[in-house]
């Protein structure tokens, strides 16, 4: 069924499948169950006690936990679900022996307890950890709920429930054994190398402890308490010591702020036995004082030659460093204008292997550098795509994800220098040859700022066409868009949406804004970002600018679309400039930051903090509504855990108070990140569907 017609009360978006036409005189070259039809592969891990890997394919909505193992590396699937039942897979991690797997499968609970169920099943859906054997055979729960700490000794696991910790057996038909009841909440469990204790952190809300119990039970150990917030614990490989990072609280840092300086974080190494501890590092003042994490299991690595080795950005860009755990002067491990963002320590502990934007701003590769910074960085995966998400085996063998400009993620391994690969084979449908090559473009904000962007152009478009164009705003605000299949199972669906809108006559600028990352600590805590001045919008208006200023675009016909803060700038490019943007897609956006910010941090009560507050309404999109005037199509899901759905709500009412056009698509039960495949084709094509009749796509010759 198709869209109804439009009034300015708004118009309802089915969500059943629409029919999408190609453009008047163009036969669309694919559609958006061809293009979103790959597996997408992700949360890669290995075994540390074997050649083998295991990571998650996502086909259309089944997820599946896959498996390879050396020196075959054919990949097979572990799990056979075979549904688009919104069910996420998460927490791959081996056992001590690397003879059987343990996972996640269901979403994480809201504040009430909910998991999330978008297809209304007449049982609630559950969330729960399962281990399954290498070998096969069918899946087996172990326990309810998520987060768990697979034992390094036996088969066994450790898992905390709110206050509670506990260790249960994964023979069948175990009971778990409570081993502490702690005030605050327990998380961030970690096992001593030999098994014999297990660390963990109290968060106790303005401060947290790191503690030390045995899985048998009995007096917990806090660590060198103080009023700081501890946390990322980090065993030494003789489990005597445990590293960690101090951080003080300070109690008013507003969210969706920039935060360029804070109290110096430290890192602190304790003897276990006595509890005590001493500074081995602080962070300067200034540059680098807040502590901002990268992608990996923990924040701290205890590497070999007594090494530990954690993220800083004290030159400006988030790098690696090392310093003995005696204490001393930290080595730089990664120089370079460039930021890390996964990384992971080498099993026998001499390297680290991580993926950066490295000579290649706009690119990840995977690289490994030793832990003592005695040599310089090596380039694992040189070349024109996209690489991340390394891991090493016990045997040595380095296994990553990758993806091209028309090649979708995939799982690879590192045989005799060449990439692998061990995901599924792209399927028939998916239409790799007819992918676009985006082109990297840096163009001026309205303010100067320099702004990178990937920009896809129709194929095959004559000299002299004009085309309409729309503006692409990602999510976050802490993402990069790349040259390619995005890491993300969400961005890796709108790079997908982009390439069929160039195919479709669009010219697409996808945007990577101020207070986005890969650009360096200034740039993601830009000035006045977000809901402290929107400075963001000057991106907004210059990527319109830039489309208007070009020869293949119609000035006339340019629109914008993004989801959550994309669908923020979205709204903001809509209210502020109507006269540039003729036509917008809004999915699951912000409007009003403080009615946001409140749903991420239910104690925040604007009238607590009235200039702030003031300033974050007058930077939202809500505080513009008189100058909206162009259509937009709004797409929410109303069990959003991110976004209120009330966000849309509001902007619904609001938009046909003022007689703008609006059109919608809700889908009922559906979170933040769209769980059902389904739901991303819907909309998806209510998008397409919304451009052609709002923009007119047909190519328009020059004078």
């Known amino acids: 069924m198709g869209l109804e017609t439009p009034t300015a009360l708004g118009a309802l978006v089915c969500v059943a499948a ?13 559609d958006v169950e061809d293009v979103l039809s790959y597996s997408f592969a992700s949360g ?35 799990t056979s679900f075979l549904d688009d039942d919104g069910q996420e897979i998460s927490s791959l991690a081996f056992t001590h022996d690397g003879q059987s797997l343990l996972f996640v499968r269901g979403g994480a609970p809201n504040r ?19 281990v399954v054997s290498v070998d096969g055979g069918e899946p087996r729960k172990v326990i309810d709920g998520g987060g768990f700490a697979p034992a390094p000794d036996a088969p066994r696991l450790a898992y905390a429930r709110g206050r509670e910790i506990f ?45 030390v119990v045995e899985p048998g039970g ?75 994490g990268i992608n990996a299991s923990n924040q701290l690595f205890w590497g070999a030659g007594d090494r530990i080795v954690f993220p800083w950005e004290g030159d400006g860009w988030k790098h690696l460093y090392s310093i003995p755990a005696a204490g001393g002067r930290a080595t730089l491990l990664t120089p370079g204008a460039f930021e890390v963002q996964f990384a992971g320590l080498a099993p026998d502990g001499e390297t680290v292997v991580y993926d950066s934007n490295q000579d290649d701003i706009d690119r990840k590769h995977v690289w490994r550098v030793g832990v003592s910074g005695d040599a310089p960085p090596t380039l694992l995966t040189p070349g024109s795509g996209l690489e991340w998400g390394g891991v090493v085996t016990g045997a040595g063998t380095v296994a990553l994800h990758a993806a091209s400009t ?87 669906n709108t790079y997908a949406m982009n390439q069929l809108l160039a195919n479709a006559g669009y010219v697409v600028l996808s945007v990577n804004y101020r207070s986005g990352i890969g650009y360096g600590m200034e740039f993601r805590e830009a000035l006045n970002y977000g809901a402290t001045g929107a400075s963001e919008f000057n991106d907004v208006l210059g990527a319109g600018l830039y489309l208007q200023s070009r020869d293949d675009v119609d000035p006339d016909r340019i629109g914008l679309w993004g989801g959550s803060y994309g669908g923020y700038l979205t709204a903001l490019g809509l209210a502020r400039a109507s006269d540039l943007f003729k036509a917008g897609v809004d999915i699951h956006g912000v409007h009003d930051w403080n009615v946001v910010i409140n749903g991420f941090r239910p104690s925040y009560e604007p009238e607590d903090y009235p200039e702030f507050s003031r300033v974050a309404f007058e930077s939202s999109p809500m505080a513009f509504l008189d100058g909206w005037r162009s259509p937009v199509l709004i797409i929410h899901g109303d069990d959003d855990r991110n976004v209120p759905f009330r966000e849309s709500v509001d902007l619904a009412e609001s938009l046909g108070r003022r007689g703008v056009e609006f059109e919608q698509l ?26 052609e009749r709002r923009l007119q796509s047909r190519p328009v010759s020059s004078p």
Not at 45 to 64: K, L, P, T, Y
């Open 18 to 30: 629409l029919a999408w036409s190609a453009p008047a005189g163009a036969q669309a070259p694919f």
């Open 44 to 78: 890669l891990v290995a075994a540390s006690s074997a050649d083998r890997i295991a990571w998650i394919e996502n086909e259309r909505g089944a997820r599946n936990v896959w498996i390879a193992s050396g020196p075959s590396w054919e990949g097979r699937s572990l």
């Open 112 to 130: 009430q307890g909910e998991v999330p169920d978008p297809l209304s099943t007449t049982d609630e859906e559950e969330r729960a950890v399962w």
């Open 167 to 211: 260790v249960i057996d994964l023979e069948e038909g175990a009971e778990p054994t409570r081993i502490a009841r702690i005030r605050g909440s327990a998380g961030s469990l970690a096992w001593s190398p030999d098994g014999a204790r297990l660390a963990f952190v109290s968060n106790r809300g303005d401060h947290a402890f790191v503690g």
């Open 218 to 292: 009995g007096q917990v150990n806090y660590l060198d308490p103080s009023v700081a917030r501890d946390g990322s614990p980090a065993w030494s490989p003789d489990g005597r010591r445990i590293a960690f990072l101090r951080t003080p609280n300070e109690r008013v840092v507003h969210m969706f702020a920039p935060r360029r300086e804070a109290l110096p974080f430290s890192i602190r190494v304790a003897d276990v036995a006595t509890g005590e501890a001493r500074e081995i590092w602080k962070a300067d003042e200034g540059v680098g004082s807040a502590f901002s």
């Open 406 to 492: 028309s090649v979708p993620a995939h799982t690879v391994v590192l045989v005799d220098g060449r990439l692998r690969r061990v995901s599924p084979d792209v399927p028939a449908s998916f239409p790799e040859d007819r992918m676009v090559t985006p082109e990297q473009v840096v163009f001026r904000a309205a303010d100067g700022m320099a702004i990178h962007g990937q920009l896809f152009l129709p194929p095959g478009a004559r000299a002299g066409d004009r085309h309409p164009a729309v503006l692409f705003f990602h999510g976050g605000s802490r993402r990069q868009m790349l040259l390619g299949f995005h890491h993300r199972g969400y961005y890796h």
């Open 666 to 691: 809700v889908f009922p039960d559906e979170v933040h990140g769209f769980l059902l495949h389904r739901n991303w084709e819907a909309a998806f094509e209510a998008t397409l569907d919304f451009f």
